[in-house]
């Protein structure tokens, strides 16, 4: 069985509990893309874990986590992430398997991702972690890649080239002092030391493991409208964070997916710049923020909130070839006299027909007005039921409401952070 699990808004949308869930039925868990500027939390026996690199499978003995050549890797988060999780007394030993594709985060692209943000007209709200710049290296062909440090001589000559070029732009666009060759060079060969264990070609791996038929599931990080491609252009990710980039972010071959899940929150979050037509008030921002803790985390900073935006998910859905939903935090929404949806747009006065009338342009996309379907809400709470016949009737009707609109069954309900808190839908 192969799975894909994935975000149908702007990530954060508890992809890491379903993850979590469904990695006790799979051999392999996969990342494919971005890079520690995602975070998933998982809650298990009160504990709470927050992984931005490592697959949040990790948590599950026996289970074999990759992380595939299209994700960006700091050396510094991954080698933390490990240490914390021996120190909690989970062996990654043998089980963790790192591409030595993935291209590596180098110090000067966190101070650069920090400084071009300072400078910029319109900030986008990058996470700081050097993500876009390391990107921008890959495909300028200059980047460095964890394969490279094992061979003294090219990472040598790949990082003074790479110096001879920023330390200049640095010091002349961004007076900026600049790096020194040595102090990196030595310190990114120690870490070449401590992940040699757990490199090897993924990309092998896991055709080998397609082959014997083993169970995979591939958890995307960021969501849709994150995507550099399809995403709100210019505010998303340097990362293509759809289901189609699991071919190029691992190396497999093109072929059947069983199953592709795509995540939503009951309501809509975003952190970072960039237009959400949607948007609560800062007041009723404030409110839904506090209850469902929407901070980031990865850089702890207030996530924006607003109400759940069909349109949006519709292109999500299609894009990314959904078969079923898992709706998270729907708690959250409990208390509320009315719930709102949002079932289509109006730009400049006149309706938004079609969903090719609209292209998800930051220009465009920053003038459409929602237009809104209410629903009566719910005062019960959610939090100990676990059976979707058990729900408050009106909560019922807003997810029979959403299959509707989006043509796409919802098999999972999640009303609070630990495991048992899941509502299963056959
Ligand atoms: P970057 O990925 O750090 O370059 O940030 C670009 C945009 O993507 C910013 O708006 C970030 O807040 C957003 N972003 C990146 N990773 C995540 C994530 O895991 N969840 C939610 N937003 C993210």
């Known amino acids: 069985m192969i799975k894909v699990i994935v975000g149908l808004q702007w990530g954060d949308e508890g992809k890491g509990k379903i993850i979590d869930l469904m990695a006790q039925d799979s051999d392999y868990i996969v990342r494919f893309q971005g890079g520690n500027n995602a975070g998933h939390t998982v809650v298990v026996n009160d504990k709470e874990f927050v992984f931005h690199l490592i697959p949040s499978g990790i948590l599950h003995s026996e289970k074999t986590c990759v992380i595939a050549n299209g994700v960006v890797v700091d050396p510094v988060v991954l080698l933390e992430e490990i240490s914390t999780l021996k120190k909690e007394g989970i062996d990654v030993g043998g089980r963790l398997k790192i591409s030595g594709f993935c291209h590596l985060i180098m110090p000067y692209h966190k101070i650069m991702d920090r400084i071009r943000e300072k400078k910029r007209m319109h900030r986008l709200g990058t996470t700081g972690k050097g993500i876009g710049p390391c990107y921008a290296d890959k495909v300028a062909r200059c980047g ?119 995540v939503i929150k009951a309501y809509t979050t975003r952190v970072g710049e960039g ?81 090719e009338d609209f292209i998800f342009d930051a220009y465009i996309f920053r003038r459409v007005k929602p237009i809104y379907e209410e629903m009566d809400g719910w005062s019960e709470s959610l939090a100990d039921i676990r059976d979707f016949k058990k729900l408050p009737l009106n909560a019922r009707k807003y997810l029979r409401r959403l299959e509707e609109i989006l043509s796409v069954p919802i098999s999972i309900v999640s009303v609070g952070s630990q495991r048992q808190q899941t509502i299963y839908i056959n």
Request: one cysteine or more; hydrophobic letters at 35%.
């Open 275 to 355: 237009p959400f037509p949607t948007e609560f008030s800062s007041s009723f921002s404030e409110i839904i923020r506090q209850r469902g803790n929407e901070f980031g985390a990865t850089t702890g900073r207030p996530r924006r909130c607003g109400w759940l935006d069909a349109v949006m998910l519709k292109a999500a859905i299609d894009i990314n070839d959904v078969s079923e939903m898992a709706v998270m935090k729907l708690d959250v929404l409990e208390g509320l006299r009315k719930i709102r949806i949002c079932k289509g747009y109006k730009y400049k006065n006149k309706l938004l027909k079609k969903l």
């Open 144 to 262: 460095i890649r964890i394969i490279d440090l094992f061979d003294n001589s090219i990472f040598k000559e790949k990082l003074r080239d790479n110096l001879k070029e920023k330390n200049a732009i640095f010091k002349k666009v961004y007076g900026y002092h600049g790096f020194s060759f040595n102090k990196i060079y030595n310190q990114y060969k120690e870490y070449a030391h401590n992940l040699l264990p757990y490199i090897c070609n993924t990309s092998i791996l896991l055709r080998e493991a397609i082959k014997s038929r083993k169970s995979i599931l591939f958890e995307g990080a960021q969501g849709t409208f994150l995507d550099i491609d399809f995403g709100t252009y210019p505010y998303v990710t340097s990362s293509s964070t759809i289901a189609g980039s699991i071919y190029t972010g691992t190396g497999i071959k093109p072929l059947k997916i069983d199953k592709i899940i795509g």
